[in-house]
């Protein structure tokens, strides 16, 4: 499957992050008072708008970047950037293709990469700014020092949002347990879930940008993002309202809304499944129990997909006796007792922390 332009400029952001050697390079450019033009890459498209110049194919480094750019002409790169291939090029992209750039290297820069569909770095001499070109993307790199406090902002967001997202996902477990969940309950547990997630993504773009700049964030970031995806996944196959409705369709959907459709619950309830026609958002649902039994400890999923498919609902994998979950391929005696064990920890602590 073709990689999106989001993933290829995670992966081109990752090569240009602070510490890596092209970007040690291009911070010696700018300290030179240079400018410079770097083609990410060598495909058959690059080759024709390769022009004079001289060719080449040494070991990439910092230094060598930065002595070659002492030249007006473009530097051409292997896709790993392990290599320079090329050096003191002139690059003749089709004049015809529409730009919005005003200085003659930008122009060339971002022609070249529409035109080839190859990863280009203009890095302006008077300006001192670094900019990358994909396919019809602009990407201007920032001060990692203005970085770090966007980052350190979204992530005091992020971690508001987690908190609601345990406030609502605790309180659907405690209904789930009493069976008394409502669409809206549900529906308010996926929207905070989607959310997080969201703000996750900004803060996974910074710590790419950031590069080894990063490191502390990402730590961060991990620890609150712990268990967020998988909540997500599991909402909607507790209560998507009939399971021929693909899983992937569901989450896709979820992932194309915009923000203000994501405020919308009616919306949501209808990436679920549900056609609500004047019905309330308060009638109620009952889980399947994917959510729930992957909270019992070392309870497989292929385990809790069995249960799920033998007894369709929360509930009744509750109420079910030893014998009967004994009965169920794959769980036996002493998982039996675990999962009843489980399920009925789960619901003490569920419940005391609802109306504690």
């Given at each position: ?5 989001d993933?290829r400029?995670r992966?081109?952001l990752?090569k ?16 030179a ?24 194919e040494t070991?990439?480094t910092a ?6 750019a002492k030249m007006d002409?473009a ?10 291939l090329?050096a003191n090029v002139?690059l ?10 005003t200085?003659t290297r930008h122009r060339?820069a971002?022609r070249?990469a529409k ?11 008077s300006m ?6 994909l ?5 201007v790199?920032?001060e990692p ?6 980052g350190n902002?979204?992530l ?7 908190v609601?997202l345990?406030e609502?996902s605790?309180s659907?477990?405690a209904?789930e347990i009493e069976?008394?969940v ?9 929207q905070?879930?989607?959310?997080v997630r969201?703000i996750s ?5 910074y710590?790419?940008e950031l590069?080894?700049d990063g490191r502390?964030l990402q730590?961060?970031?991990?620890e609150l993002?712990?268990?967020v995806d998988?909540?997500?996944?599991l909402v909607?196959?507790?209560?998507i309202?009939?399971?021929?409705h693909k899983?992937?369709k ?5 992932d194309?809304l915009?923000?203000e459709e994501?405020?919308d619950?009616?919306i ?5 499944g549900y056609?609500?026609n004047?019905?309330e958002m308060d009638r109620?649902v009952?889980?399947r ?8 400890p070392r309870?497989p ?18 109420e079910?006796s030893?014998?009967?979950l ?6 036996g005696?002493t998982?039996a007792r ?19």
């Amino acid at each position: 499957m073709a990689a999106t332009l989001d993933e290829r400029l995670r992966g081109v952001l990752h090569k240009l992050a602070p510490g890596s050697a092209l970007r040690e390079g291009i911070d010696r450019v700018i300290k030179a008072g240079k400018g410079a033009i770097i083609v990410m890459g060598s495909s058959d498209d690059v080759k024709p708008l390769v022009s004079g110049g001289f060719k080449m194919e040494t070991k990439f480094t910092a230094q060598r970047l930065s002595e070659l750019a002492k030249m007006d002409g473009a530097i051409v790169v292997d896709d790993d950037v392990e290599y320079i291939l090329h050096a003191n090029v002139h690059l003749v992209p089709d004049p015809s293709i529409a730009t919005s750039e005003t200085g003659t290297r930008h122009r060339t820069a971002e022609r070249t990469a529409k035109q080839t569909g190859v990863p280009v770095v203009s890095v302006s001499e008077s300006m001192q700014i670094v900019s990358l070109y994909l396919d019809d993307h602009k990407h201007v790199f920032e001060e990692p020092s203005s970085l770090l406090f966007r980052g350190n902002q979204a992530l005091s967001t992020l971690e508001k949002y987690r908190v609601r997202l345990d406030e609502v996902s605790a309180s659907l477990s405690a209904l789930e347990i009493e069976n008394v969940v409502t669409l809206r309950d549900v529906l308010v547990v996926l929207q905070r879930a989607e959310m997080v997630r969201r703000i996750s993504d900004e803060i996974v773009a910074y710590v790419l940008e950031l590069g080894t700049d990063g490191r502390l964030l990402q730590l961060q970031h991990n620890e609150l993002m712990a268990r967020v995806d998988n909540e997500r996944e599991l909402v909607v196959r507790d209560y998507i309202i009939d399971r021929r409705h693909k899983l992937d369709k569901a989450l896709a959907g979820l992932d194309d809304l915009d923000a203000e459709e994501l405020l919308d619950l009616s919306i949501l309830a209808e990436l679920l499944g549900y056609d609500l026609n004047g019905e309330e958002m308060d009638r109620t649902v009952a889980p399947r129990g994917y959510r729930l039994l992957s909270r019992v400890p070392r309870l497989p999923e292929s385990i809790v997909n069995k249960l799920v498919e033998r007894y369709k609902s929360l509930q009744r994998v509750m109420e079910a006796s030893l014998e009967d979950l004994d009965e169920v391929e794959g769980v036996g005696a002493t998982r039996a007792r675990a999962i009843k064990d489980g399920l009925a920890r789960l619901a003490e602590s569920s419940i005391l922390e609802r109306y504690a």
